[in-house]
């Protein structure tokens, strides 16, 4: 069974730095995609950074310079650390997993930000950042 368990959300200060944990599931020699989404009430869900199996990444164009994804695979842990925060990242974060999947091309991992590309998601942990 996968789930997906995030944490390490709160409130912080504007310019304040923040990392988020999700735990995963996986089998052996699978591939898989994780992926990191925010979503405030009212909006879609937004893509912010996601990586494959064999560590390849991809980043939200809006939030390139700012955010690094990362992840463990002897614990499968999965992070998400986000610098000089804004009042603007304040949202519901999420973890996500696709199973038989990977990153074929930069493009294909462009692609693959979007939420409907994910089959798996964790309940989210609240971000909230203050001016």
């Known amino acids: 069974e996968i789930e997906l368990v995030e944490s390490g959300g709160g409130s912080v200060q504007e310019g304040d730095s923040l990392t988020l944990s999700c735990t995963f599931s996986?089998?052996?020699?699978?591939?898989?995609?994780l992926g990191w989404f925010r979503q405030v009430p009212g909006k879609e869900r937004e893509g912010v950074a996601a990586?494959?199996?064999?560590?390849?990444?991809v980043v939200a164009d809006s939030l390139k310079g700012r955010v690094t994804i990362s992840k463990n695979n002897a614990n499968n842990t999965l992070w998400l650390q986000i610098n000089s925060l804004k009042p603007e990242d304040t949202a519901m974060y999420y973890c996500?997993?696709?199973?038989?999947?990977?990153?074929?091309?930069?493009?294909?991992?462009?692609?693959?930000?979007?939420?409907?590309?994910?089959?798996?998601w964790g309940q989210g942990t609240q971000v909230t950042v203050s001016s």
């Open positions: 996500a997993q696709e199973m038989g999947s990977e990153f074929y091309s930069d493009d294909d991992a462009r692609r693959k930000l979007a939420a409907g590309m994910y089959a798996y």
């Open positions: 996986t089998y052996a020699n699978m591939r898989y995609i």
């Open positions: 990586i494959d199996r064999a560590d390849r990444t």
